[in-house]
């Protein structure tokens, strides 16, 4: 069974860092070339999408851009977080999408990813 597990979440200042840490089991990790993303829902917002993978490098939301960094190795992704502001205030959620290979080209909506985790918690304090 494939499992999805965020960790990392916690409070903090403005400026900031976090690493947020993702990891999918119930896999072979030969098996590890497929999409994953980081996606974010804060008080009252939809989720967004915020960082993934394409065949040329990593992809970032504008919001996350020069801010935030994303990284895998396998079936462990990160999201290092730095200069965090109030606004980052959100569950920051971890999602696979196992049917589709980076090499194909990965989706930023959550319609296309099928495994989800349940969320670690950042708050940033002003």
């Given at each position: ?45 939809k989720r967004e999408w ?45 999602a696979a999408d196992l049917g ?27």
């Amino acid at each position: 069974q494939v499992q999805v597990d965020e960790s990392g979440g916690d409070s903090v200042e403005t400026g900031g860092s976090l690493r947020l840490t993702c990891v999918v089991s119930g896999i072979e990790d030969l098996y590890a070339g497929f999409c994953m993303a980081w996606f974010r829902k804060g008080p009252a917002k939809k989720r967004e999408w915020i960082a993934g993978f394409q065949p040329n490098g990593e992809s970032y939301a504008d919001s996350a851009k020069g801010r935030f960094t994303i990284s895998r190795d396998k079936l462990t992704m990160y999201l290092q977080m730095n200069s965090l502001q109030p606004e980052d205030t959100a569950m920051y959620y971890c999602a696979a999408d196992l049917g589709r290979p980076i090499w194909h080209g990965c989706q930023d909506h959550e319609a296309a990813f099928d495994y989800w985790g349940k969320g670690t918690q950042v708050t940033v304090s002003s």
